[in-house]
């Protein structure tokens, strides 16, 4: 490999990991501060210690999310741009909790919290899912289409632009 080519692709995965936890991030923070400040009681102050945590979590986790939901949604789910709009709703709300769903439970394990309180959590996160999950995962696919990089889930809208753009 030349110097030009892994330049590169060192640029290229830099991009990546730049749109995906940019998006993360955003998207995370926007949405999860007032669910948070609505349902732990907290004041600003807990809260926006608690996001900027998440925040510092997620510059190392986010990256790596973008690439499972590529994986999830093109090889579990076989998404493509034929796709209906349930199925891609499912497989962006299924692979959140799943991805998610399991740091959350082994940062939980790790300090100590107990099955009952982890299930508990667990179980609203569920139920915030099915609200973020798949809004999240569009999100991430705008952010993609707007850097130049290809989106996991190809929109019908996508598809076509591309086709009048040949």
């Known amino acids: 490999m030349t110097n030009t080519n892994l330049k590169n692709k060192i640029l290229n995965q830099g991009k990546r990991y730049l749109v995906d936890t940019g998006s993360s991030l ?4 926007l949405v999860f501060t007032p669910i948070e400040m609505l349902t732990t009681g907290g004041n600003i102050e807990q809260v926006t210690e608690t996001r900027l945590k998440m925040s510092v979590l997620g510059l190392v986790i986010s990256r790596p999310y973008g690439l499972f939901r590529n994986y999830w949604s093109k090889k579990v789910w076989s998404i493509n741009e034929k796709t209906s709009n349930l199925k891609r709703y499912v497989a962006d709300i299924t692979g959140n909790l799943l991805y998610y769903g399991g740091i ?11 099955l009952d309180e982890i299930g508990m959590a667990l179980g609203f ?10 809004p999240y ?12 990089i290809e ?10 632009e ?5």
């Open 104 to 114: 959350y439970t082994g940062i939980s394990l790790s300090s100590g919290r107990d």
């Open 26 to 29: 955003i998207y995370s923070n």
């Open 162 to 166: 591309e086709k009048l753009n040949d």
């Open 151 to 160: 989106p996991a889930m190809k929109s019908k809208n996508v598809v076509l």
């Open 125 to 134: 996160a569920s139920l915030t899912t099915m609200f973020t999950g798949r």
């Open 137 to 148: 995962g569009m999100f991430m696919d705008y952010c993609r289409k707007k850097a130049g």
